[in-house]
């Protein structure tokens, strides 16, 4: 990637960093939609500043979190808000490397930039981040990297994405059957709809052949892969209804006969 001296935030003289550049096969910019983006409430994409190696900027006196940043200097990023009003961190994910990070509100990275309140997200600039996050994600799995997959995809949920398939090292897709339970013979007892169970379920059921990926049901209801396993787990236990997993995607299936197994 190519480098370049670029200013402290400030406008004093900073150091050199890797500026990340997008790229397009073909030049369509004429083209471009250049109308503002709009995204989800509590999703923002905007300057991000990193200064790593230390806890308090000498420059400015603000305090920054990530020590281990991947990149100098400024950037941008996506801030994903916390859950209720009162949350006191966000998460912080670069879109180049697709790793993610637990800041304070008033951390040093986006406290306070001014350069947020000049800065237009267009339709056109969201689709080229999103084709590029795909491709990173594609490459960084291909080679076996361990990136914040789990963020990025509730991120992509989030936005209304699809979010991209799990591959083995090499590019290969994940198709390794990684385990499962038994469908039983009848259903033992129907599943309450409004319950969480049961839209977990009825997410299920609405997959292309019941199928879901994993990592995208996490991010679909926030919840951790331990959580989605249990949930899967527990429906067969309790409701008869099997499932079986292959790499990331899990495949429900119901009983002989069994057409509705809700509680209608």
Not at 22 to 28: C, F, G, I, P
Not at 108 to 126: H, Q, S, W
Not at 207 to 228: I, K, L, P
Request: proline content about 5%; aromatic content about 10%; overall charge negative.
């Amino acid at each position: 990637m190519p480098t370049s001296w670029s200013p402290s935030r400030d406008g004093e003289p900073g150091q050199e960093h890797i500026i990340p550049v997008l790229t397009l096969e073909n030049d369509d910019s004429w083209l471009a939609d250049l109308s503002e983006k709009e995204l989800p409430e509590g999703i923002s994409f905007q300057h991000v500043y990193y200064s790593p190696g230390a806890n308090t900027s000498k420059q400015d006196n603000r305090r920054y979190s990530v020590n281990h940043a991947p990149t100098t200097g400024w950037s941008m990023g996506w801030i994903i808000q916390g859950e209720g009003k009162k949350a006191k961190h966000v998460t912080l994910l670069c879109p180049y490397s697709l790793e993610a990070f637990s800041v304070p509100q008033t951390a040093g990275e986006i406290e306070d930039i001014p350069r947020n309140e000049e800065y237009t997200f267009t339709v056109d600039a969201y689709e080229r981040i999103i084709k590029m996050m795909r491709k990173q994600w594609a490459a960084f799995q291909g080679f076996g990297y361990q990136k914040d997959y789990d963020t990025v995809a509730f991120l992509l949920r989030k936005l209304g994405e699809e979010v991209p398939e799990q591959v083995l090292r090499g590019g290969e897709a994940d198709t390794r059957t990684r385990g499962g339970k038994e469908t039983g013979e009848a259903l033992k007892k129907p599943v309450k709809k409004a319950s969480k169970r049961g839209k977990f379920l009825e997410w299920f059921l609405g997959g292309e052949g019941n199928a879901r990926s994993v990592r995208e049901t996490m991010a679909e209801f926030g919840m951790t892969r331990s959580n989605a396993l249990s949930y899967l787990y527990m429906i067969q236990k309790d409701h008869g209804i099997g499932y079986v997993l292959q790499g990331d995607i899990a495949t429900v299936t119901l009983p002989d006969g069994c057409t509705n197994p809700f509680d209608e």
